[in-house]
């Protein structure tokens, strides 16, 4: 079993050196959604190529950017990107954002990304509260995660979302004027898109959106004894639910569009926890 204080020590060791302050909050900004971090208060930013250690995300819309930042009188972490396993990472260097918020002091993570909507009742650019996750096929790899924490916790279950911060996120997007549909999020690995037919499966699992992130990042925080909660942005409908041929792009145009509701609800968010 890999031991992450051992493998990331000097990673760890590298960003103490660095940060104006111990971070309470940590927001992981999904594909397309990292401009939020350009409307807050920076007090300083890190580029993750210059720590020892960090995998390269080679996503377009993730842009390997650490920022300590401070707003409404709150603490900070951001991390402008993350890393998949569809780029050919681990388990254990997917959930590094989650390992070194958490080394570094923030209890509550907030989770982003951009998913594909199942549910015929959202329109891209929704945003979603993730009320549940499906990560049964990452079963094995989420497993060996738990191992990561706590080798005799293997068969514990988890209670995640944190029903406080949904709560929230929920208060903040009514206070705001913002609806905000709720759903299940489903994890796949990726890199390709779904078929209609993987979709039809999906679907009879009772996902609302899906995606290929967040998934082992909110298990990881939780056993780690983050508070957690997400919101995904609806940024295009799953093949078979639209004849529209699927993109990247598509992905990264819906979420410029909504950019602004969105960085609406983070700040309330913020602001109320």
Known sequence: MVNLNIKYKNLIDYLKSEIPFEPEIAIIL???LGDFAEQININKSISTSDIPGYPVSTVIGHKGKIHFAEYQGKK??????RVHFYEGYDIDECVIPVFISSKLGADKLLLTNAAGGINKNFTPGDLMLITSFNGILIKKELTDLIGLTNPAAKNNFIHLPNPELNRKIKESA??????LKEGVYFYTKGPSYETPAEINFIDKFGADAVG???VHEAVYAAFLGMKVSAVSCITNFAAGISIQKLSHSEV???ANRVKNTFAKLIKAVIKSI
């Open 174 to 179: 009514h206070s705001e004027n913002i609806f």
């Open 76 to 81: 900070l972490i951001l991390f402008q990107g």
């Open 212 to 214: 290929m992130s967040t």
């Open 252 to 254: 990264t145009e819906t």
């Open 30 to 32: 999904g594909s397309g």
